[in-house]
């Protein structure tokens, strides 16, 4: 008997537990000759703004020897055009298809998800709250936690979906945004977006991506994206997606010990986008060999503080 590897997002429900990250898995279309969609959780589309976006300078992308930077810049054709002529095919995925949402303003985040949400195409949306808030000066609004809880109420007023907000890995306590954000309204956090980082071309005296600084991706943030999912854990009750360099089973199985319910694969998907398929086989083998019925059963188990959220008072020093 295979084991259940159900989870529950929200009112999102995914079959397996393996979700394909924003911006790395175009919207499916483009890996359906090399993967079975029926066999993945689902796909987070790339994120869309309120107008058209056309990113930062080239070049965006910069291989490292353990993932990868980017600075794309949101590039994307903005909300009205996505809707007349992308958000119908998504219809035919024979997966669940998160949208996601940024912005510049509070008001860009509840007119875009408002917009967005009354697409039945759309199953749930992610609400991607790493981008610079112009009022503020350039911070982030997943750098404040009082920001952080406008955005996401103003988001939740818009629609009763599934609200996934994602958190970023560049502030002091990702476990005051986590609370803040549950209790703004979301169903689910993803931890963790991409972490801050550069790269200079000696031979030009230059940095090699022409935003200067981009988001480091791939194993070399793996440690850093379960430690936040272990800490998260800790601090609130909603499901946690977990992410950042999971490229095998044994990395999955990390973020669900510290208490991720689901995972997203992201920068993997470049080289593989077979690996969802042998993770989720990985999956149910290693529950069979451990003779677990589901995986929810080992959702933070390596956890001490998992089991006593909101009680947990840190014991690190």
Known sequence: MKPDLSVKLGKLELKVPTLMGSGCYGSGEEFEAFVDLSQIGGVVLKSV??????????????????????????????????????????????????????????????YTTERLAKRPEIHAIEINI??????????????????????????????????????????????????????????????????????????????????????????????????????????????IVGQGGIETTTDALEFFLAGASAISIGTANFTDPRVPLRIVEGLREYLVRRGVGTLAEIVGKANVGFANAYQYEGDEG
């Not at 808030?133 to 997943?142: I, K, L, P, S």
């Not at 000696?202 to 200067?212: C, E, I, S």
């Not at 480091?216 to 854990?233: D, T």
């Open 49 to 110: 703004t309120r107008a058209p976006r056309l990113g930062n300078p080239t070049p965006r992308l910069v291989s490292t020897p353990a993932g990868m930077l980017n600075a794309i810049g949101l590039q994307n054709p903005g909300i009205d055009w996505y809707l007349e002529h992308d958000v119908a095919k998504f219809a035919s995925r024979p997966c669940a298809v998160i949208g996601s949402v940024a912005g510049f303003s509070v008001d860009d985040y509840a």
């Open 130 to 239: 790493s981008c610079p808030n112009v009022a503020a000066e350039g911070e982030t609004f997943a750098c404040d936690p009082k920001l952080t809880q406008r955005v996401v109420r103003a988001a939740r007023e818009t629609t009763d979906k599934t609200l996934i907000v994602k958190l970023s890995p560049n502030v002091t306590d990702i476990a005051a945004i986590a609370r803040e954000a549950q209790a703004a309204g979301a169903d689910a956090l993803a931890v963790i977006n991409t972490v801050r980082g550069m790269a200079i071309d000696v031979d030009r005296w230059a940095p090699r991506l022409g935003n200067v600084t981009g988001g480091l991706s791939g194993p070399a943030i793996r440690p850093i994206a379960v430690l936040a999912v272990y800490e998260v854990a800790r601090a609130v009750t909603i499901p």
